[in-house]
């Protein structure tokens, strides 16, 4: 008579223990979802932050410094040998320095040497539309520069001062295609002239990423109504990315580097092969 | 006597709840990935971390259930060109922005106010999951459970290659610093 009790116990403990085993098996399936509300890094879509002589809509993370040191040979590849195809030079110089007040955001004061052109600019993203097909970046960019040594003129002569603004649209086709349509206004476009000149050009610029270090780019900026010094920039060349700095080596129609003067157009014909040997070197510091 | 002994069982296993806990969000959750590389060394810093953490009320080992995921987009190296080379050559993230942990507390001893605990699991970076065995520290922080780790992952193991020709000089194996904060949602 002393075994149903314990018949009873094993029966009731089995029944707790399997209550015990369901109940904690439901109790390990977490109420924890996902919350999708990740505030994402800004959208970049050209790796650097200039075309050739046109600025992309990328910028710089904030606090970060960019230094610029871009050359064009006067001298042209038709001139040969003998001038080591404008090695030689003479050379027309820019440097420049960029500070990244925001992640948007940049001011950048560069100098050239040709009028001894100071430029002063600020760039600004406005807007990014992300999307799997075709992310857009939309910024502006405006600037004043000031040509302090013209022949027959004042160091800050007010004839001497120029003033633009650019609407830079970027675009991206994978990872590896990118596209930017800059129209750009000049202000005081041919500084010598006596009555007052712009000039509305449309620049456009192409790049493609080859691999992550090495890129092919081409940039046309042609005269759409006002002043053109002749013809329209022209440019072709190659981008090596390194770590933290742009490398690009050009060919172009166009010798000169601060925008106010290279937004006024060329003075040789690109489909002469009047092309002049350029770079840029751009290097981000980091404090 | 065995009717009391079944009353203590089923007393315990009625207090013995199940307590689930979520990270807090809005709490100031550290994830650093460092990388110690010999010429360049950076870290990748997030606060993007989320999961939860499940265990019975009377042992944290008990049934245990650990989750973690760190959205890699957000890390930020402070340079931004070497953010965007992170996610795009090395991490993926546009095919695998998570890193995700899930494992369980196999281990825990009482350390001050909380426990040191080890914890194994399943890392899966990059796509590819990975047997591991990490060890923290759980600790009570006013309402919340703070969680603290520190361990090593090889990009190797996650099929993670460093190219030759790379200008972001990365170490194979990098250092990941956790330090969380859970707040109870159950139990």
Redesign the interface.
Known sequence: MSVA??IR?CV??IA?CV??ASV?AQ??V???R??DA?????L?LF?STQAVNLPTAT???RK?FEFEISHRFIPTIKDGSGSLWGFDGPVNIRLALGYAFS?AGIVTLGRSNVQDNIDFNIKHRLFAFRNDVIPLLLAVRAGAAMNTEVHGRDTWDGDNAQWYAQCIVNAMYG?RFAIGLTPSYLWNAYILHPETQYSFTLGLNAQYYIT??FNVLLEWNPTISGWRTAHNPVSFGIEL????HFFKIILTNSDLVNPSQFLAGASNSFNDGDWHIGFNITR?L?F | MKILLLFFLATFVAFSQTVEYHVDKSASNVVKFISDAPIENFEGVTSNIDGYLIHRSNDVTATSSLYFEVDLRTLDTGIGLRNRQMRDDYLHTDKFPMAKFTGRIVSASEAGVGHNVTVRGVMDIHGVKKPMEITGSLAPSGSRLRLRSSFEVKLGDHDIEIPRFMFLKIDETMKLELDYYLIKVKG
């Open positions: 009790p314990s116990v009731v403990t707790v209550l015990y904690s109790d390990d977490s109420s924890w996902r919350s990740v505030e994402l890094p800004p970049e790796h910028t710089l993370q970060n992640d990872k992550r270090v990315e390194t770590g933290g981000l980091v």
